[in-house]
């Protein structure tokens, strides 16, 4: 048998990138490619890239120059450009980089075990074309290999919304619901093979309503099948709009015990003014009512939440308002961005915040959403949580895993292997961690 040949992937941006970065790997396996940890003696060079903030082409182009002495070494060397800054500039990638031999968009991912065939035979392969199939049931060349306790799963892709900031429905197209039986296999699947947590993927992903033996089914539907998966522990979910928040999810919140207390649901801004303007079809009065729902259903979930600052026509007063929405949430995590602008949406085109006012909002935010943080890390402290343990800590005899509310938890001293889901009381608090001692 031939040696077999070596995969560097590299991955940016989202978790469904992730998810995406396994399956081109799973899909090249087929074709005799090994995953190695550097790019230095690989036949294969993928990034799986991100075009969510500015400059995320420029850092592509800097990073495939970095190649050119590896190819000079190694003439079969192919190298590859994949995920969304790949569907945003397709053929230019080639124009501009001679370097790059396969340019494939997410949604053509099952293409290719014959796109790499192509560059073996000396050709460049190209494709970023939004096909009508389910590209994830073409890539099914699954090696049956062990893995760890928490995977993904992508269930929903692409997005209808175009808030005027984003590229996803450029790069990821237009919102697709992946079959039910298909994700109830998978589930499975994955649970065969170590997995005892699975995170629901979608860009949109509460807006899931994929086909189901009585007609289309819900995420809430989809959730209570995958709670019937033995040998599954845990599902979350993410990302999730306000505006796709339905009843039967909020209420298995309440009652399905597999489905973790924990939430993230993206607001971006608290003024409302901001909010039309992104095109959000949601108000600040809407979302904080909505938590309120969510909180009666689950009175102790931890919410996330994802917000851009300096958005453009932002003033003080706006800002004010997001302030005061984070003051009300107490979020337990969430992301701020300063708003970056991306050619092709609707609010490039208007007037930009200038900077400094929008690096000090974000700092102002920041510190807020932090104290935030601390307070409900702290808050853990002398509560009783199950934590499924993912891999061993820094410190000898140590092991680190995730509490319900995804807070990580260090444990030392005891017998707990990896993959445990244990009854953990916690005894401290630190900077990003808690730790705590086995029940
Ligand atoms: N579908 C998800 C988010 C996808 S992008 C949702 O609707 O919430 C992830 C986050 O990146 C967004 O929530 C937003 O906060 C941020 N983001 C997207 N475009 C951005 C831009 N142009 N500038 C700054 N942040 C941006
Ligand atoms: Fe982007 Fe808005 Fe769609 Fe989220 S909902 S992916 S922010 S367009
Ligand atoms: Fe980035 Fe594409 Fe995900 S732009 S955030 S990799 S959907």
């Given at each position: 048998?031939?040696?077999?040949?070596?995969?560097?992937?590299?991955t940016?941006?989202?978790?469904?990138?992730?998810?995406?970065?396994?399956?081109?790997?799973?899909?090249?396996?087929?074709?005799?490619?090994?995953?190695t940890?550097?790019?230095?003696d690989?036949?294969?060079?993928?990034l799986?890239?991100?075009?969510?903030?500015?400059?995320?082409?420029?850092?592509?182009?800097?990073?495939?120059g970095?190649?050119?002495?590896?190819?000079?070494?190694n003439?079969?060397?192919?190298?590859?450009?994949?995920?969304?800054?790949?569907?945003?500039?397709?053929?230019?990638?080639?124009?501009?980089?001679?370097?790059?031999?396969?340019?494939?968009?997410?949604?053509?991912?099952h293409?290719l075990?014959?796109?790499?065939?192509?560059?073996?035979?000396?050709?460049?392969?190209?494709?970023?074309?939004?096909?009508?199939?389910?590209?994830?049931?073409k890539?099914?060349?699954?090696?049956?290999?062990?893995?760890?306790?928490?995977?993904?799963?992508?269930?929903?892709?692409?997005c209808?919304?175009?808030?005027?900031?984003?590229?996803v429905?450029?790069?990821?197209?237009?919102?697709?619901?992946?079959?039910?039986?298909?994700?109830?296999?998978?589930?499975?699947?994955?649970?065969?093979?170590?997995?005892?947590?699975?995170?629901?993927?979608?860009q949109?992903?509460?807006?899931?309503?994929?086909?189901?033996?009585?007609?289309?089914?819900?995420?809430?539907?989809?959730?209570?099948?995958?709670?019937?998966?033995?040998?599954?522990?845990?599902?979350r979910?993410?990302?999730?709009?306000?505006?796709?928040?339905?009843?039967?999810?909020?209420?298995?919140?309440?009652?399905?015990?597999?489905?973790?207390?924990?939430?993230?649901?993206?607001?971006?801004?608290?003024?409302?003014?901001?909010?039309?303007?992104?095109?959000?079809?949601?108000?600040?009065?809407?979302?904080?009512?909505?938590?309120?729902?969510?909180?009666?259903?689950?009175?102790?979930?931890?919410?996330?939440?994802?917000?851009?600052?300096?958005f453009?026509?932002?003033?003080d007063?706006?800002?004010?308002a997001?302030?005061?929405?984070?003051?009300?949430?107490?979020?337990?995590?969430?992301?701020?961005?300063?708003?970056?602008?991306?050619?092709?949406?609707?609010?490039?085109?208007?007037?930009?915040?200038?900077?400094?006012?929008?690096?000090?909002?974000?700092?102002?935010?920041?510190?807020?959403?932090?104290?935030?943080q601390?307070?409900i890390?702290?808050?853990?402290?002398?509560?009783?949580?199950?934590?499924?343990?993912?891999?061993?800590?820094?410190?000898?005899?140590?092991?680190v895993?995730?509490?319900?509310?995804?807070?990580?938890?260090?444990?030392?001293?005891?017998?707990?292997?990896?993959?445990?889901?244990?009854?953990?009381?916690?005894?401290?608090?630190?900077?990003?961690?808690?730790?705590?001692?086995?029940?």
């Amino acid at each position: 048998m031939s040696e077999p040949k070596k995969l560097f992937i590299k991955t940016y941006g989202c978790q469904m990138n992730v998810y995406d970065s396994e399956r081109m790997s799973e899909a090249l396996g087929g074709q005799g490619y090994v995953e190695t940890k550097t790019p230095d003696d690989a036949d294969m060079i993928l990034l799986n890239t991100c075009h969510i903030r500015e400059k995320a082409a420029e850092k592509v182009y800097s990073e495939l120059g970095r190649f050119k002495g590896l190819k000079a070494e190694n003439p079969d060397l192919k190298i590859g450009v994949a995920g969304c800054v790949a569907q945003a500039e397709g053929e230019e990638i080639m124009r501009r980089q001679p370097l790059v031999d396969l340019v494939v968009g997410p949604q053509s991912y099952h293409r290719l075990p014959e796109m790499e065939a192509k560059t073996r035979a000396g050709e460049k392969a190209l494709d970023t074309d939004f096909p009508e199939e389910d590209k994830f049931e073409k890539l099914k060349n699954r090696p049956k290999a062990k893995r760890g306790p928490t995977a993904f799963l992508t269930v929903q892709e692409g997005c209808d919304k175009f808030c005027a900031f984003c590229v996803v429905p450029y790069t990821r197209g237009a919102e697709v619901s992946r079959p039910a039986d298909r994700i109830i296999r998978e589930a499975h699947d994955l649970v065969e093979r170590g997995v005892r947590e699975i995170t629901l993927l979608g860009q949109n992903v509460n807006a899931y309503h994929g086909a189901g033996p009585n007609g289309d089914m819900t995420l809430a539907g989809l959730i209570w099948e995958l709670n019937k998966v033995d040998g599954l522990e845990r599902i979350r979910f993410t990302t999730s709009h306000p505006n796709d928040m339905a009843d039967d999810l909020i209420e298995a919140h309440g009652t399905c015990d597999k489905l973790m207390p924990y939430l993230h649901l993206p607001v971006q801004s608290g003024s409302d003014r901001i909010l039309k303007r992104m095109n959000r079809s949601h108000t600040a009065e809407s979302y904080l009512r909505l938590i309120e729902r969510i909180r009666a259903a689950r009175p102790d979930i931890v919410m996330s939440g994802d917000f851009i600052v300096g958005f453009p026509e932002e003033t003080d007063e706006d800002f004010q308002a997001t302030m005061d929405l984070v003051e009300e949430v107490k979020y337990g995590y969430a992301y701020s961005f300063k708003y970056s602008t991306r050619p092709g949406t609707p609010a490039a085109e208007r007037a930009q915040v200038d900077p400094a006012a929008a690096d000090e909002r974000l700092q102002r935010l920041q510190a807020l959403i932090t104290r935030h943080q601390r307070e409900i890390q702290d808050g853990m402290v002398g509560r009783t949580v199950r934590v499924l343990f993912e891999k061993p800590g820094r410190q000898p005899g140590q092991m680190v895993g995730k509490s319900e509310y995804l807070h990580s938890v260090h444990v030392r001293g005891a017998e707990i292997a990896t993959g445990d889901l244990k009854k953990i009381r916690i005894t401290e608090s630190g900077a990003n961690s808690l730790a705590g001692e086995l029940l």
